[in-house]
Each structure stands twice: as C-alpha cells, then as structure tokens.
T-cell receptor, first 112, second 114 residues
Framework: SAVISQKPSRDICQRGTSLTIQCQVDSQVTMMFWYRQQPGQSLTLIATANQGSEATYESGFVIDKFPISRPNLTFSTLTVSNMSPEDSSIYLC?????????FGPGTRLTVT | AQKVTQAQTEISVVEKEDVTLDCVYETRDTTYYLFWYKQPPSGELVFLIRRNSFDEQNEISGRYSWNFQKSTSSFNFTITASQVVDSAVYFCALSEAGNTPLVFGKGTRLSVIA
C-alpha cells in the first residue's frame, strides 16, 4: 500500500484568504491527483500533477484559483486561493501504486 | 466520456440482512478498471476492490462480494449479513488503464440498523 499524509487535516478560514494543502507520499510516484469532495457530494477531480511540468486542470478548475506545485516525486501542494464559502470541502490527494489508487486522509476545509 | 451511475442514493437495512449496491458504468475504452471505495463517517476513503475489464470473474472477500458483468456494464457490490460497522457511503469508480484519475459515481449511503 501507499502511505499518504496530508496537512492540515482540517482548517477554518476566512473568506478572501488562501490555504495551502500539503500531500506527502512515502515513495516516489509519477502522478498525483487532487480531488474535491463538497459536502454530501461525490469526488471530483481538480487536477493531475506531474513532476516537472504544469498541472493539468479539469473543466471548471483554473490555475489562478487552485495553483498546484509538484517539486519532487513524493510531494505536492494545492492552494485554494481567495476562498469563499463555496470552497468548503474535503480536499484529497491520490496516487496510484501497484495498480491500486490510494487516497490521503483528506483536508477538511471550512470557509466562513 | 466515462460515466458511473449509482442509482441508489440511500439504502437502509436491518442488521444481518444482505444488501446489494448497484453500479453501472459507461466507457468507450476496451481496457479499463473498476473500483469500490468505502467512506465511513470519519471521512477517509477505504479501498475495497479493483477489477480490470478483462477479468469478469466474481470476487468474494469475507462478507463482501462483487459481480462484474460486461454485458450489462455493471459492477455490483453485495454485503452479506450486514453489520452496523458497514454503515458508510460507498463509491463506485472507473478509470482508464494505467495511472489515470478516477471517475466516481455519486455514492450510495448505506445505513445498517441494529
């Protein structure tokens, strides 16, 4: 299995501010995926982060709002910028290893 | 485009009953993978199973079993003798082959009542 940690586990932020979420994997992986789960909803892919290149964003998500960094093969960050209450969600990172997809524990974000 | 449909939004059963969660998928790929995840109230996603499109054999793991039928594009999940600890949201998901993101269904919330 893959061990994935995320920081912070939860946060309460004021609207208009930004939060950076960290994702650390216990070994090197080519791609990391960032998902959002709004309250009571399913998971939606935000972007795919490949080391050494710009992240690829899904429709409805833009780099200015969700900038992603991928400085090495075990780490990535997702920033939620200029937050509004609609950004209140669980944010999860995910990796694939040995044909299985593993998810981090998630970051529960509440924007007031 | 890929799509996963979980028609059952919520299911409630009494403990020890069997329950089947339905999953229907759409894809144009000939090679793909199907997944089931469990999300308990604590929020983490627990991997349950991954099945590739070339393997239609049914899978059994303890009280859990999965029925994959390509003819009907379905990958259903059955819990036998349900327990209160099975209460969770269950997601079915689909991906193309090899290191690609998942497309999730909307999930089925299962409540098992003692």
């Amino acid at each position: 299995s893959a061990v994935i940690s995320q920081k912070p586990s939860r946060d309460i932020c004021q609207r208009g501010t930004s939060l950076t979420i960290q994702c650390q994997v216990d070994s090197q992986v080519t791609m990391m995926f960032w998902y959002r789960q709004q309250p009571g909803q399913s998971l939606t892919l935000i972007a795919t982060a490949n080391q050494g290149s710009e992240a690829t964003y899904e429709s409805g998500f833009v780099i200015d709002k969700f900038p992603i960094s991928r400085p090495n093969l075990t780490f990535s960050t997702l920033t939620v910028s200029n937050m509004s209450p609609e950004d209140s969600s669980i944010y999860l990172c995910s990796v694939e290893r040995y044909d299985e997809q593993y998810f981090g524990p998630g970051t529960r974000l509440t924007v007031t | 485009a890929q799509k996963v449909t979980q028609a059952q939004t919520e299911i409630s059963v009494v403990e020890k009953e069997d329950v089947t969660l339905d999953c229907v998928y759409e894809t144009r790929d000939t090679t793909y993978y199907l997944f089931w995840y469990k999300q308990p109230p604590s929020g983490e996603l627990v991997f349950l199973i991954r099945r590739n499109s070339f393997d239609e054999q049914n899978e059994i793991s303890g009280r859990y079993s999965w029925n994959f039928q390509k003819s009907t594009s379905s990958f259903n999940f059955t819990i036998t003798a349900s327990q209160v600890v099975d209460s969770a949201v269950y997601f079915c998901a689909l991906s193309e082959a090899g290191n690609t993101p998942l497309v999730f269904g909307k999930g089925t919330r299962l409540s098992v009542i003692a």
